[in-house]
């Protein structure tokens, strides 16, 4: 044992001059208390009193005892157990799963060392490399089945490396049946942190496997539109089927109990492609579930049958054109539609007739009921001039209410002054501006985006921030209408004689909401000017789209579904899961403004959707701590099981604030399914990576290899030496003693009444 001293040596006379002087103060002070104390008394309490002075300065001096241990620590063989639902399989034809064929090697290999008498620490980790290593015990009252979706073996390596890198591990033995789904060539970080260790790699279940037909890849869009035709390529795969070639292979696509379609092809013992193909009729989540007839002799059905979803959109959104002649502006919107596939436009036109559609020239009747306008999303009115001055405005405000998008260009028609006709009453004040008497603002007149819009849906996709130019390079604009805006309306371009006063614009683009329906004017006289700016933007996607046309078909996108600016919403969220599968969500929380909530805190509830075994029992899940996004809420969910649920935000704040309610599904397609058999190519070629052995355990003769590799190894314990400090003064006993030192002598002070 040492004694190392925290204090600096110049201190120690000068703490030893305090120590002479403090015992030397309270004999003196005792020696004059009045009355006098007896010999006995006074002797115990300078005692007491030097005690407590010589311990102060002990503590100030800082004493630490320091002593060497050293003790024996045997050698350690880890398993480490793969942790995935593919290990649920049965291991061959009994019933024995492969992770409980993994955990029975564990057991038998343990029990075998302890007969040969060696002073061995075992270990059992499970882990798939894409979560956390866990340590468990094999006398363990529960030992959770492995459920986890996906393996990555050369991670799962690396992290048991890095985990085991301080302790005295002489051999590891991974068991697992090499089905990986992120499969990586062994990297140089791969196990090296055990250098020199043992490496054994134990393969579980039967490399070959017994007849089995199971669907192996599946092919499908995630959206559609209600009324087309969706096809859903099916890869079926036979192993080991040779004598069973014979018998066909059909296909089942279906929908509850409703088969949608199905299809009988003949099926060698390799791949077999095949299509099925159905027509959805509602709009929203669908859960359909492909299935395919099973060979005579098969055991593992379960991959047999595969659920998918698909989100169906309803038919496209119909935006309709009035024009009173379809012109070049009418040209340049229809451009714009053609290019976005959730628009359908129709133009109609006034002939001499009546009012007919471009396309097929049928007659076509204004509609004077809020049901008739609803049949369409959006409406355009190029002009309020000749059939259009004539529309029922009062139910096409109704309309609006209700819903529909309206956008008015300009009417391009001017009186005897060469002032434009003013709009009828009903029109203008459905118009998100203040227009007053019709006048021109004559050009030239420069479009740019109103710096406080970026955040609007029209901008969306295109590299626009405060700060940049963009529309720079757009023709100028020979006149637009002078107008002012009407309270609630935003401004999203303006027109600028000159960009040294950009107060001095125009409002040129205006949107405004009127209850659930979205309003726009443009103010410009001939939109379809825009069309000859040749200059792509820039951008991630791969074909290149010029800055105006994409603001315009985002703008008729708004225009015909709305846009939610506020509130609680998802972001990117994907709408299918597979089976076993973690899910991860990200949600935003927005003001009225399209500002971030900073303040608020968010949680997700999730339960069965009605309908499908819901009830009103629901799980609540709070954020995770890593949102990498300003105003992005990360949420992180366990894997679910194969069914449809519904998911709603809840804001909380000042008050509670409660999202639309959400559907998602999980599928039981899951790819653990389909590895029913062990991957023995892996496995050697991992072993041969990382310089380990690979034995096949589905052998019966392999644990004897098993037990003579483990035999072989150095199991000689290692000397660990630890020293162990202790610091007196440090800690309440010491406080605790100095306090009952004092309050010994006060007691006696007091007894025998010393002043």
Not at 624 to 650: C, K, W
Request: glycine residues 10%; proline residues 5%; hydrophobic residues 45%.
């Amino acid at each position: 044992m040492s004694v190392l001293w925290t204090s600096a040596a110049w201190s120690w006379p000068l703490l030893l001059v305090v120590a002479a002087g403090a015992i030397f103060l309270t004999v003196r002070f005792y020696g004059q208390s009045r009355p006098h104390p007896t010999e006995g008394l006074r002797r115990t309490l300078v005692i007491l009193r030097s005690t407590a002075l010589l311990m102060l300065v002990l503590a100030v001096a800082g004493p630490i005892f320091s002593r060497i241990f050293k003790e024996d620590v045997p050698g350690q063989l880890v398993f480490l157990l793969e942790d995935s639902a593919s290990m649920n399989l049965e291991s061959s034809s009994s019933e024995t799963t492969r992770w409980n064929a993994a955990l029975g090697v564990a057991a038998k290999v343990d029990s075998a060392l302890n007969v040969q008498g060696l002073d061995i620490d075992v270990r059992l980790l499970r882990g798939n490399g894409l979560g956390e290593l866990l340590e468990f015990g094999a006398d363990d009252a529960v030992i959770v089945d492995p459920l986890n979706h996906g393996t990555d073996l050369n991670n799962f390596l690396e992290k048991a490396g890095t985990r085991l890198s301080a302790d005295p591990v002489r051999a590891v033995v991974l068991l697992t049946d090499g089905q990986e789904t992120v499969s990586r060539d062994a990297g140089p970080g791969a196990f090296s942190v055990l250098s020199g260790v043992e490496l054994l790699i134990g393969g579980v279940g039967d490399p070959l496997g017994s007849s089995d037909r199971l669907i192996k890849d599946i092919r499908h869009a995630e959206t559609a539109f209600a009324g087309d035709r969706v096809s859903v390529e099916v890869t079926v795969l036979q192993r080991l089927a040779d004598a069973a070639t014979d018998q066909p292979l059909t296909a089942f696509l279906k929908q509850g109990d409703l088969i949608l379609d199905q299809k009988t092809v003949e099926a060698g013992s390799g791949a077999t492609n095949l299509e099925l193909s159905f027509i959805p009729g509602e709009k929203g989540l669908q859960m359909l579930e492909v299935e395919v007839s099973p060979l005579g002799n098969e055991r593992f059905l379960a991959n047999n049958r595969v659920s998918l979803g698909i989100d169906v959109h309803k038919a496209r959104a119909r935006v309709l054109v009035l024009a009173e002649r379809p012109g070049w502006n009418v040209r340049f919107l229809a451009q714009a539609a053609a290019t976005e596939n959730r628009l359908a436009m129709e133009v109609v036109y006034a002939a001499e007739r009546g009012l007919v559609f471009a396309d097929s020239l049928t007659p076509f009747e204004a509609p004077g009921t809020v049901a008739q306008w609803l049949d369409f999303d959006g409406v355009i009115l190029a002009g309020w001039s000749g059939r259009a001055g004539t529309l029922d405005y009062t139910v096409l405000s109704q309309a609006v209410d209700a819903g529909l998008g309206l956008m008015v260009l300009p009417d391009l028609q001017e009186n005897s002054r060469g002032r434009l006709k003013t709009p009828v009453a009903g029109l203008m004040d459905l118009l998100p501006v203040v227009m007053g008497k019709a006048k021109w603002e004559r050009g030239p007149l420069f479009a740019r985006p109103d710096s406080l819009a970026f955040d609007h849906p029209v901008f969306s996709g295109l590299d626009m921030m405060p700060g940049m130019k963009p529309l720079a390079e757009t023709p100028p604009l020979r006149a637009v209408v002078k107008c002012s805006l009407r309270e609630g309306s935003r401004t999203l371009l303006v027109a600028l004689h000159n960009e040294i006063d950009p107060h001095s614009g125009v409002p040129l683009l205006v949107v405004g909401n009127r209850q659930d329906g979205r309003i726009a004017f443009w103010s410009g006289s001939r939109l379809w000017e825009m069309a000859f700016w040749e200059k792509a933007r820039s951008g991630p996607e791969s074909s290149p789209e010029h800055t105006v046309r994409r603001i315009l078909r985002n703008l008729l996108v708004w225009l015909a579904d709305g846009n939610r600016e506020s509130g609680l919403s998802f972001s990117g969220r994907r709408a299918f899961y597979q089976e076993g599968e973690t899910i991860r969500l990200s949600a935003q929380w927005r003001d009225m403004r399209g500002q971030p909530v900073m303040q608020g805190r968010l949680s997700l509830e999730i339960g069965k959707a009605e309908g499908f075994g819901g009830s009103s029992e629901k799980r609540s899940f709070p954020t995770v701590e890593n949102s990498s996004t300003s105003g992005t809420h990360d949420f992180l969910l366990p894997a679910m099981p194969p069914g449809r649920y519904s998911i709603q935000l809840m804001g909380h704040g000042d008050s509670v604030v409660e999202g639309p309610v959400e559907e998602l599904i999980v599928t039981s397609h899951s790819v653990e399914q389909t590895q029913v058999r062990q991957d023995g190519r892996r496995l050697r070629q991992l072993a041969d990576a990382l310089g380990g052995t690979y034995l096949n355990l589905h052998e019966a003769s392999a644990l004897e290899g098993v037990m003579a590799r483990l035999s072989d190894a150095d199991w000689q314990s290692s000397l660990d030496e630890s020293r162990r400090q202790w610091n007196p003064s440090s800690g309440w006993p010491f406080l605790m003693l100095i306090v009952l030192l004092l309050a010994c002598e006060w007691f006696l002070r007091r007894r025998h009444g010393l002043l």
